[in-house]
Nanobody
Framework: QVRLVESGGGLVQAGGSLRLSCAAS????????MGWFRQAPGTEREFVAA????????YYADSVKGRFTISRDGAKNTVYLQMNSLKPEDTAVYYC????????????????WGQGTQVTVSS
């Protein structure tokens, strides 16, 4: 059974930083591309960042480029999202995703999903 468990969310002031973690189990972590999505109240889930199975390729939404960094640790079966210079508009529930291909993760298709972690950025 595949499980993705996010952690690291919380309340932070604008301009601050948070690091989200997603621990994966029940899958061969090194064979999966990983990603992060977010969903604010009243909006659809949107893509944030993705990383290939090897970690060699990353891709970001324009809204977070230069502020967020995705990385992965194969020894810990964990993917991270370092979020700097946070803005109130970054407030959302952040979800971890695992997919068989980089493209699938970017599109959010045929992915395993975590339960999400709340990030709130105050102004």
């Amino acid at each position: 059974q595949v499980r993705l468990v996010e952690s690291g969310g919380g309340l932070v002031q604008a301009g601050g930083s948070l690091r989200l973690s997603c621990a994966a189990s029940g899958l061969t972590f090194s064979s999966y591309a990983m990603g992060w999505f977010r969903q604010a109240p009243g909006t659809e889930r949107e893509f944030v960042a993705a990383i290939s199975w090897s970690g060699a390729s990353t891709y970001y939404a324009d809204s977070v480029k230069g502020r967020f960094t995705i990385s992965r640790d194969g020894a810990k079966n964990t993917v991270y999202l370092q979020m700097n210079s946070l803005k109130p508009e970054d407030t959302a529930v952040y979800y971890c995703a695992a997919g068989a291909s980089f493209g699938a993760v970017v599109r959010g298709m045929d992915c395993y999903w975590g339960q999400g972690t709340q990030v709130t950025v105050s102004s």
